[in-house]
């Protein structure tokens, strides 16, 4: 079982917003996005979810072009939380959380009490449970996010794919949300910005302008050097005296103080 | 907490009953009111001599005239009530637009040029059908539209006003390039009748327009409740829909053909009503919240109720003379059209 990207190229119009990139999720792992605003992280995840087409090179999964696949088969074997995500229909909590049953519904199939029972505890894993009846628009960015990362839990994929799940989220449900992530046992791609928890993931991966820079265990990629180059700034490892874990902190470089920028 | 009016599961049941037995109800009121005014009781009996052979002593005239005319004029309103309500309801949900109907997006327009093509300049020779030219115009208007709405820049998410815009300037074409075939081709009295054809009118529906009417409004229904979990995954749009397990283009091609094809047909039969297919939605929505499975039934009935009442307005409210049902629906629509733009645009961030 994997997920692979080979020669994989996405154009919009003329430009290309994704180059040539091959790699392979393994099964099981918990594999990190990390890059620069306009990196293209969101792009290659909606290729990876099979939501764009590629321009060239392919997604495989299994061995197989995830373009052969079809929709419902795909939706079974990944679920998706993008980026920006919203309705102005007076959908609960509930109802959004009930539609991650959707792949596995025909269309008279009732919704079982299998299908309750999945959506209670993946109301329950993401700490919304208490909002469920509660209508969408009223609810706050983060707890919206949640309540997304829930309807993607329902879905019970191999694969969960989370475009900067920790979004909106207060310092709490962020790492909640990371420990149930790595709780689960599937395998999860998320695009993050905070460095420091990209360094929980399994393995990383750094984009910079369209193209995968490196791939690799967080230690080894997230040097001083590389992130410097790649997202200007410097940064620092301190070593927690708690823990002994290293955490990095960064500085706008020199050059580059914020009265400055103004 | 109940967030929709009818949520609650105990009130579900009979609400199906009730929302069947006031549509019964309807089509009996339209079936009996009219230039003479006819019992209710009468109606009943008419109905039970043409339907179940009984035997009541009538006068043939009465009966002729509710059996003849009325009732088929009703459920002939109620058809197209249930077909442009249900067709409004896809627009907007695949469109993920509260403002969109196939009247304003200029369907209704491309259907009437299509089927006065046909009717009054003679394309295709007599061997295509009214409905079917009506049927080409709807789908040329609707590809126009969204075309035009594309070019525009309405890919992202602010796409909602280009579409509007799109379909008025489509309207207006379809609309202009009606009036040019009518001054080419038709006389005088043809051009008065068709004019009037145009603003909506039930005044020629016989038993065969029932016959066209209602089963593809009644197939289309089916249609769309088959859909019901595809639409309610567009929720979150398109790209939600596709990791939901949806089939986006394909669900589109068969909902909004389904929705065209219900369109023109109502319009080859009664001509262009508009706002039926804006309002209905939005006070289903009200009443059954925003799950398909029943909002389109919702849709349906309620779609149906309000243009045999409408049907019925048209008739009594001058006496001795008839307005175009057009013109009722636009009057209750106009206001409702103003106030979900309100709403919606206070709603919007
Ligand atoms: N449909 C599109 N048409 C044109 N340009 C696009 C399109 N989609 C994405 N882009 C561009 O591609 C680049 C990558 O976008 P993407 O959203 O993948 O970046 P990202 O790494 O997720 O950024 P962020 O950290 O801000 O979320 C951006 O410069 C964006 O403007
Ligand atoms: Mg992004």
């Known amino acids: ?144 996010q949640r309540a997304h990362i829930a309807r993607a839990l329902a879905q019970k994929a191999d694969y969960l794919i989370l475009d900067e799940p920790t979004n909106h989220l207060d310092i709490h449900h962020q790492l909640a949300i990371l420990a149930l992530i790595k709780r689960l046992p599937i395998t999860v791609i998320l695009a993050l910005h905070d460095l420091n928890q990209a360094m929980g993931c399994d393995r990383i991966g750094i984009m910079e302008g369209g193209r995968l820079e490196i791939v690799g265990s967080p230690e080894d990629t997230l040097t001083a050097e590389r992130i410097n180059r790649i997202f200007e700034v410097m940064a620092h490892p301190i070593i927690d005296p708690v823990d002994g874990k290293t955490i990095l902190k960064f500085a706008l470089p020199e050059e580059k103080k914020p009265t400055e920028l103004k | ?76 309103a109620a058809s197209c009530g249930a077909g442009l309500g249900i067709s409004g309801l896809v627009l907007q949900t695949l469109l993920r637009n509260i403002l969109a109907d196939p009247y304003i997006l200029g369907i209704s327009a491309g259907a009437s040029t ?31 539209v969204v075309g035009l709405s594309r070019a525009a820049g309405g890919f992202a998410s602010n796409a909602s006003g280009q579409i509007i815009l799109a379909g008025v300037a489509g309207s207006q074409l379809f609309n202009a390039l009606t009036s040019f075939i009518i001054a080419r081709s038709a006389n005088a009295e043809q051009a008065r009748g068709i004019m009037f054809w145009l603003l909506g009118n039930l005044s020629g529906v016989r038993w065969p327009d029932v016959w066209l009417a209602t089963p593809v409004a009644f197939v289309v229904f089916i249609i769309i409740v088959f859909h019901a979990r ?84 048209s008739r009594i409210v001058i006496p001795g003379q008839v307005m175009p049902i057009g013109v009722v629906t636009a009057l209750v629509g106009s206001p409702a059209f103003a106030m979900i733009l309100v709403r919606g645009s206070r709603g919007a961030k």
């Open chain 1, 1 to 144: 079982m994997s997920l692979a990207a080979n020669n994989l190229t996405w154009c919009a119009g003329r430009t290309t917003i994704i180059e040539d990139i091959t790699f392979e999720v393994r099964k099981g792992e918990i594999f990190g996005l990390v890059g620069p605003n306009g990196s293209g992280k969101s792009t290659l995840l909606l290729l990876l979810a099979g939501l764009r087409k590629p321009t060239r090179g392919k997604v495989t999964f299994n061995g197989v072009n995830l373009a052969h696949i079809n929709r419902r088969e795909t939706a079974q074997q990944i679920a998706l939380v993008a980026q920006q995500l919203d309705t102005t229909d007076r959908l609960s909590v509930r109802e959004t959380v009930e539609l991650g049953r959707t792949p596995w519904l025909g269309p008279i199939t009732p919704f079982g009490e299998a299908d309750r029972k999945i959506v209670e505890d993946a109301l329950v894993e993401t700490g919304v449970a208490h909002l469920a009846e509660r209508q969408w628009q009223t609810l706050s960015g983060g707890e919206r």
């Open chain 2, 1 to 76: 907490m109940a967030r929709h009016l009818l949520d609650r599961r105990i009130v579900r049941l009979p609400v199906v009953a009730l929302g069947i037995s006031l549509l019964v109800i309807a089509l009996l009121v339209g079936a009996s009111i009219g230039e003479t005014n006819i019992p209710f009781a009468t109606v009943v009996q008419v109905l039970a001599i043409k339907m179940f052979g009984a035997d009541y002593p009538i006068d043939a005239i009465d009966q002729g005239i509710i059996w003849n005319y009325r009732f088929s004029r009703a459920i002939v």
């Open chain 2, 114 to 144: 299509g089927a006065v093509a046909i009717a009054v300049a003679g394309v295709g020779g007599g061997a295509i059908s009214l409905s079917a030219g009506a049927f080409v115009g709807a789908l040329v208007a609707f590809v126009l």
């Open chain 2, 230 to 313: 595809a639409l309610d995954a567009f929720a979150f749009g398109a790209d939600a829909a596709s990791s939901l397990g949806i089939s986006v283009r394909r669900t589109q091609i068969i909902l909004i053909g389904a929705a065209a094809l219900v369109t023109a047909i109502m319009v080859s039969i009664v001509g262009a009503i508009g706002f039926v297919g804006l309002v209905v939605p939005h006070a289903a929505r009200y009443l059954v919240g925003p799950r398909h499975g029943r909002l389109t039934p919702a849709t349906a009935l309620i779609g149906a109720i309000f243009l045999i009442l409408a049907d019925i307005v």
